[in-house]
T-cell receptor, first 110, second 114 residues
Framework: RKEVEQDPGPFNVPEGATVAFNCTYSNSASQSFFWYRQDCRKEPKLLMSVYSSGNEDGRFTAQLNRASQYISLLIRDSKLSDSATYLCVVNTYNTDKLIFGTGTRLQVFP | EPEVTQTPSHQVTQMGQEVILRCVPISNHLYFYWYRQILGQKVEFLVSFYNNEISEKSEIFDDQFSVERPDGSNFTLKIRSTKLEDSAMYFC????????????FGPGTRLTVT
C-alpha cells in the first residue's frame, strides 16, 4: 500500500465551482500534514498545514480525520489561477522527511 | 519574503561526471533538505542536514551522494559519478525546525545526464 494516496485526476471544473480533493495515508504514526501546490515543472509551494481541528485560509479549507487516516482539501470559488497539481504531504513522528503523494491535477476552465 | 534559492537552474552533464548543486536556504532556518523528482513521478526525500551533519537519509542517498555546508549560507549536494537515472529535478528545502515544521522549497535544479 502506498504511503500517501491521491486520486491523480484530472479534475476539470469551471470558474466559480467548488472542488474537493481527498488523500489517505497508511502510517498511523504520521503527525504533520500539509497541502502543497505544484505548477508544471516548478517547485512545490506550501499551500497550508492541516490541523486536527480543521483549518481555513480564504477559499481553502483543509480537514484531517486521524481515525480514518484521511485528509481533504476544499477549494471554493475556483479561479483560473488555481489550476495546478495539489500534493498531499505527510511527516511521520520523529523523522525529518516529508512523504509526498503523487498529486491531484486540477484544471479550472473559463 | 525570504526564499530558498538554487543554482544552476539547469545542469547538463555526461554520465560518470561529478556535479555540485547549490542552494542558499532561508537565513534563519536550521534544517536543510534535498529532494528529487524524476519527470512524471512524485517528490522523493534524499537527505536532511542539521548542525553540520546528516540527520536522516533515504535509501536513494547512497555513497555517490554527499552534502556539505561549506560556509554560513550555502548548502550543496554533490553527485560523484552521475548515472542516467540521476536525471531529475533536485529541490532544496529548509525549515525552522525538523520535519514536522513547514518546509519551503527552492525553484529546483534540472539535472540532465547524457
Amino acid at each position: 500500500r502506498k504511503e500517501v494516496e491521491q486520486d491523480p485526476g484530472p479534475f476539470n471544473v469551471p470558474e466559480g465551482a467548488t472542488v474537493a480533493f481527498n488523500c489517505t495515508y497508511s502510517n498511523s504514526a504520521s503527525q504533520s500534514f500539509f497541502w502543497y501546490r505544484q505548477d508544471c515543472r516548478k517547485e512545490p509551494k506550501l499551500l497550508m498545514s492541516v490541523y486536527s481541528s480543521g483549518n481555513e485560509d480564504g477559499r481553502f479549507t483543509a480537514q484531517l480525520n486521524r481515525a480514518s487516516q484521511y485528509i481533504s482539501l476544499l477549494i471554493r470559488d475556483s479561479k483560473l489561477s488555481d489550476s495546478a497539481t495539489y500534493l498531499c504531504v505527510v511527516n511521520t513522528y520523529n523523522t525529518d522527511k516529508l512523504i509526498f503523494g503523487t498529486g491531484t491535477r486540477l484544471q479550472v476552465f473559463p | 519574503e525570504p526564499e530558498v534559492t538554487q543554482t544552476p537552474s539547469h545542469q547538463v552533464t555526461q554520465m560518470g561526471q561529478e556535479v555540485i548543486l547549490r542552494c542558499v536556504p532561508i537565513s534563519n532556518h536550521l534544517y536543510f533538505y534535498w529532494y528529487r523528482q524524476i519527470l512524471g513521478q512524485k517528490v522523493e526525500f534524499l537527505v536532511s542536514f542539521y548542525n553540520n551533519e546528516i540527520s536522516e537519509k533515504s535509501e536513494i542517498f547512497d555513497d555517490q551522494f554527499s552534502v556539505e555546508r561549506p560556509d554560513g549560507s550555502n548548502f550543496t549536494l554533490k553527485i560523484r559519478s552521475t548515472k542516467l537515472e540521476d536525471s531529475a529535478m533536485y529541490f532544496c528545502a529548509s525549515s525552522r525546525d525538523r520535519g514536522s515544521y513547514e518546509q519551503y522549497f527552492g525553484p529546483g535544479t534540472r539535472l540532465t545526464v547524457t
